[in-house]
T-cell receptor, first 116, second 113 residues
Framework: DAGITQSPRHKVTETGTPVTLRCHQTENHRYMYWYRQDPGHGLRLIHYSYGVKDTDKGEVSDGYSVSRSKTEDFLLTLESATSSQTSVYFC???????????????FGQGTRLTVV | GQQLNQSPQSMFIQEGEDVSMNCTSSSIFNTWLWYKQDPGEGPVLLIALYKAGELTSNGRLTAQFGITRKDSFLNISASIPSDVGIYFCAGQLLYGSNYQLIWGAGTKLIIKP
């Protein structure tokens, strides 16, 4: 298994509170991604990173911010959580990323976030 | 945004049956990926397809990259209980100057007891 650890695995938080999810990798891969997974929508890209301090928006980035200060860590922050952000969040890594063809991504186990 | 239609949404099958699922789009893809997700886990890559017409097998799994580059299918032969899970297709295409991965909504495979 690719060395990806997401924390926490489960979290319940109140509307309006800030939340930070962490993704840690031991593979030294350049690219890291945050997805959310909701029934009927498959996986939707929130933000991705193509290097330390290099990030870009994905399909559903509104309400989310990210930071990558080290190769191994990619943080996803919900500045003010809303009920629509209740979801399962997956981190993924890949050596070449979505900006190159023939890309294979490896996923973490997910974080189940509930906003009440 | 880009659309990728995956069907069926769910399947109830008997152990030992063959399974077929597919993904279609109006967009042209240069790579198709098939993933399986077990409950409480992240998706795991099963098969990657890189050329139109390519047919690739991984054990009891076979997947093909459609000739038109707009579709792909995944077949599972002689299903067993551990095949239960959600199967996702993902297609990679060039959007502007960057490549993007577009995901299907998933096919949930359930084996009848």
């Amino acid at each position: 298994d690719a060395g990806i650890t997401q924390s926490p695995r489960h979290k319940v938080t109140e509307t309006g509170t800030p939340v930070t999810l962490r993704c840690h990798q031991t593979e030294n891969h350049r690219y890291m991604y945050w997805y959310r997974q909701d029934p009927g929508h498959g996986l939707r890209l929130i933000h991705y990173s193509y290097g330390v301090k290099d990030t870009d928006k994905g399909e559903v980035s509104d309400g989310y911010s990210v930071s990558r200060s080290k190769t191994e860590d990619f943080l996803l922050t919900l500045e003010s959580a809303t009920s629509s952000q209740t979801s399962v969040y997956f981190c993924a890594i890949s050596p070449r990323g979505q900006v190159a063809p023939n890309t294979e991504a490896f996923f973490g186990q997910g974080t189940r976030l509930t906003v009440v | 945004g880009q659309q990728l239609n995956q069907s069926p949404q769910s399947m109830f099958i008997q152990e030992g049956e063959d399974v077929s699922m597919n993904c279609t789009s109006s967009s042209i893809f240069n790579t198709w990926l098939w993933y399986k997700q077990d409950p409480g886990e992240g998706p795991v890559l099963l098969i990657a397809l890189y050329k139109a017409g390519e047919l690739t097998s991984n054990g009891r799994l076979t997947a093909q990259f459609g000739i038109t580059r707009k579709d792909s299918f995944l077949n599972i032969s002689a299903s067993i209980p551990s095949d239960v899970g959600i199967y996702f297709c993902a297609g990679q295409l060039l959007y502007g100057s960057n490549y993007q991965l577009i995901w299907g909504a998933g096919t949930k495979l359930i084996i009848k007891p």
